[in-house]
C-alpha cells in the first residue's frame, strides 16, 4: 500500500518560509493524488492542496492562494509544499494524504485512503 511520511515542519517568524515534504514509497505511489491538510487544537483538519497522480492538476484552498504551492518530484518520489508568507493563523500540524480516485484531485477529507504521522509548523513572534 501507500506509505507517507512528512517533514520540514519548525518554528518561524510571521512573513517566513518554509518547505513541507511528503516522502512516499509503495509499489503504486505514483497513481495516487496527493492532498495537504492543516489542524490546529480544537479546530477540524482542512484541506489546503492538492496535486494529481501525473502532477498536472492542482488545488487550493482560498485562504491559502497565492502563498502556498504544492509540486510533485517523480524522481524522489516526494510531494512538496512551499508556504511563504507564513501568518500566526497557519499554525497547525500538516498532514499529506494519499488518495487511490484518480482525475483531477480535490481537497475533501472523504477522497483520502492513505495518512501521514503530519508535521508540525508553528508561526509566532
Known amino acids: 500500500q501507500l506509505q507517507l511520511v512528512e517533514s520540514g515542519g519548525g518554528l518561524v517568524q510571521p512573513g517566513g518560509s518554509l518547505r513541507l515534504s511528503c516522502a512516499t514509497s509503495?509499489?503504486?505511489?505514483?497513481?495516487?493524488?496527493i492532498g495537504w491538510f492543516r489542524q490546529a487544537p480544537g479546530k477540524e483538519r482542512e484541506g489546503v492542496s492538492c496535486?494529481?497522480?501525473?502532477?498536472?492538476?492542482?488545488n487550493y484552498a482560498d485562504s491559502v492562494k497565492e502563498r502556498f504551492t504544492i509540486s510533485r518530484d517523480h524522481a524522489k518520489n516526494t510531494v512538496y509544499l512551499q508556504i511563504d508568507s507564513l501568518q500566526p493563523e497557519d499554525t497547525a500540524v500538516y498532514y499529506c494524504?494519499?488518495?487511490?480516485?484518480?482525475?483531477?484531485?480535490?481537497?475533501?477529507?472523504?477522497?483520502?485512503?492513505?495518512w501521514g504521522q503530519g508535521t508540525q509548523v508553528t508561526v509566532s513572534s
Open positions: 494524504a494519499g488518495s487511490s480516485r484518480l482525475g483531477n484531485c480535490d481537497i475533501r477529507r472523504a477522497a483520502y485512503d492513505y
Open positions: 509503495g509499489f503504486s505511489w505514483h497513481y495516487y493524488n
Open positions: 496535486i494529481s497522480s501525473g502532477g498536472g492538476s492542482t
